[in-house]
């Protein structure tokens, strides 16, 4: 607890890292309170089709009438829901499975990591589809799919710093006075782990929200009239010309998403490297 | 059993699929490590001292493994004797840091630089006693005291990067040493420091090991350690001991040409000045020796029997042996043939 503390605090001395925090503390609060900040409810039509950004619609409303504004606030909640939950499963498996390759090696890791291979030579949208078709449509399947979808990378990314960790020579000492297996993998490598990992949680987050536009695009995702910023941003391509704010305001919105994890995690990567700690 | 350690034909493996043998990195390795012995492994790098070391710990890394018919028997007290190459990783586990510690090159990366010296004496202690955070605290207080560390109480709150090598080779001998266990391997520690503070951790270390009745292994290349610290070496080339000997019969009667050279490359400040000896050629790579002796193609002394006959590891003299042809009557073999 000491150590998180000290991290937020090093966070917030880094610019970079105080954008990132107050950007998606912004963002989850607003997806939290999105009924109470936003002016109309998501699937209300409530003015002319089409209507360009004004005063009473912030960000113009879609072919239906309904408020953009508000959709990409209820939006936000979908995008970061599916976004965080699937990576939660992506990476705690991955985390797991990963450890367990890359210390133990052998059969072990040869098994595990052919698995991961196999899942990984499914194209991601092929292998969403897979599991949607097996447990249907919506919100939590869509999770599930994007978290299967993620094993693999994080495995491989978990594995491969375990191998490194595990030369270390303090890894080394920390056996060769009999500290237990489990206690030298949280303790002594589990901190060689979390930089990469924080790195890839954080491309994995964007990649997790861009296939869930990619899914409910297809129709697999979440259904209409759920607003999500993919399935707007798919409705949007058909009114390009003539509403190009249909598409605008949901991109920059995925667009700056990911941004402000991205600058996140980087600056976090400094934050918890205790070499930069002098 | 009558020594602290024996080692029996050990061998190590390096697996390289079904179809193929593994290669041996090191073949027929036989060591005894008496009680409060301190016994020096000579040679150099790449020569199996190191993976030696590591099964005597039993912490090969994947994939080495211990061959076939490897014996490394260790007396944990008085008539308790275990067979470490079979024992269990749990039973291992409760070996190493308690009966069996080690110290290792470089002091500057040997320890977690997430913990503090204190979190990293206790580590070793929780594992293998039963005492309370005060009690650990007094342990590790006195441990560093006994290794001569100044300010112990603050030291303890420091962390790995707040001190310098000589200071952190001392807390890693406390770490090794706080258990009071019967066997310390060193490998190497004092290559990584100064000269100035080897001749320190050298003496401290030769000081703990009288008070603490542990018998040390002290893997190294440098003969000046040896020299100084030990009383009995064996000479690694190649995956095997060429001569085992006291360490004046070593100096003073040394019988491989491998030793001879590794002790004529010696730098020195006086005498004449000249240029360095160095033993020709490269080691062979482990998995590729050919039939005779692993150091035929580099002797200066190589006969016809070398190149054909691997020698054997013979006793020429009480407690000196030597494994070469000259010291094996090949001359005469030679000669007969």
Request: glycine share 8%.
């Amino acid at each position: 607890m000491r150590r998180l503390g000290q991290t937020i605090r090093d966070l917030w001395r880094d610019p970079m890292g105080r954008i990132g925090m107050v950007g998606i503390l912004l963002l989850i609060v607003t997806a939290i309170f999105a009924p109470y900040v936003a002016p109309y409810g998501p699937e209300k039509m409530i003015a002319m089709p089409k209507t360009a950004p004004c005063a009473q619609y912030l960000f113009g409303t879609d072919n239906y009438g309904r408020d953009i504004f508000s959709r990409v606030l209820y939006g936000a909640r979908v995008s970061l829901e599916v976004g965080i939950i699937a990576v939660g499963i992506g990476a705690t498996a991955g985390y797991v499975l990963g450890l367990i390759a890359g210390y133990f090696e052998g059969w072990i890791d040869r098994i595990i990591m052919r698995i991961m291979d196999i899942l990984f030579a499914f194209p991601s949208i092929l292998l969403a589809i897979l599991v949607s078709t097996v447990l249907g449509r919506g919100l939590v399947p869509t999770m599930v799919a994007i978290g299967i979808v993620n094993i693999p990378v994080f495995a491989r990314t978990v594995r491969a710093s375990v191998i490194s960790a595990k030369g270390l020579e303090y890894v080394k000492n920390a056996e060769s006075v009999g500290v237990k297996t489990v206690s030298i993998l949280i303790r002594h490598i589990s901190p060689n782990v979390v930089a990469p990992f924080t790195v890839q949680a954080t491309l994995a987050l964007s990649g997790a929200i861009l296939t869930e536009a990619s899914m409910s695009f297809l129709g697999l995702g979440i259904q209409p009239p759920d607003p999500s910023w993919g399935s707007m941003l798919s409705e949007a391509r058909a009114f390009m010309e003539q509403a190009p704010w249909m598409a605008i305001f949901p991109a920059l919105f995925i667009i700056v998403t990911i941004l402000l994890f991205n600058i996140l995690g980087d600056s976090l990567r400094d934050a918890l490297d205790p070499k930069l700690k002098l | 059993m009558e020594h602290l350690l024996e080692i029996r034909g050990l061998s190590i493996d390096l697996p390289r699929g079904r179809r193929q043998p593994p290669v041996k990195l090191v073949e027929g390795v036989d060591l005894n490590i008496d009680k409060k012995q301190n016994f020096g492994v000579v040679g150099e790098s790449g020569c199996g001292k190191s993976i030696t070391c590591s099964a005597i710990m039993g912490l090969l890394s994947y994939p080495l493994t211990v061959g076939e018919g490897s014996s490394i028997r260790f007396q944990k007290e008085a008539g308790d004797e275990v067979e470490i190459t079979k024992l269990s990783p749990a039973e291992l586990r409760k070996l190493r840091g308690k009966d069996i510690s080690m110290i290792f090159q470089e002091p500057m990366t040997a320890l977690d630089p997430m913990y503090t010296i204190e979190e990293q004496i206790n580590e070793t202690l929780r594992f293998h006693t039963s005492l309370s955070k005060a009690e650990m605290h007094q342990a590790a207080l006195e441990m560093l005291q006994k290794v001569k560390i100044p300010r112990a109480e603050q030291i303890l709150q420091d962390y790995p990067h707040h001190l310098s090598g000589g200071m952190l080779q001392r807390v890693m001998i406390a770490i090794a040493l706080i258990n009071n266990p019967r066997l310390l391997i060193a490998d190497e520690p004092t290559t990584a420091l100064d000269v100035t503070i080897q001749a320190q951790i050298l003496d401290l270390m030769n000081e703990l090991r009288e008070s603490y009745d542990t018998s040390v292994i002290m893997i190294t290349h440098d003969l000046g350690v040896i020299a100084e610290t030990c009383e009995h070496v064996a000479v690694f080339y190649a995956g095997q001991v060429v001569e085992e000997a006291s360490v004046e019969e070593i100096f003073h009667a040394t019988a491989h040409p491998y030793t001879e050279g590794l002790l004529r490359s010696v730098t020195s400040l006086g005498g004449a000045k000249k240029e360095l000896y160095t033993i020709k050629g490269m080691v062979p790579a482990a998995g590729n020796y050919g039939i005779g002796c692993r150091f035929a193609d580099r002797c200066d002394r190589c006969m016809e029997i070398c190149k054909t006959q691997a020698p054997a590891l013979t006793e020429i003299a009480p407690g000196h042996k030597c494994r070469c042809w000259l010291h094996a009557g090949g001359a005469e073999k030679e000669a007969a043939v």
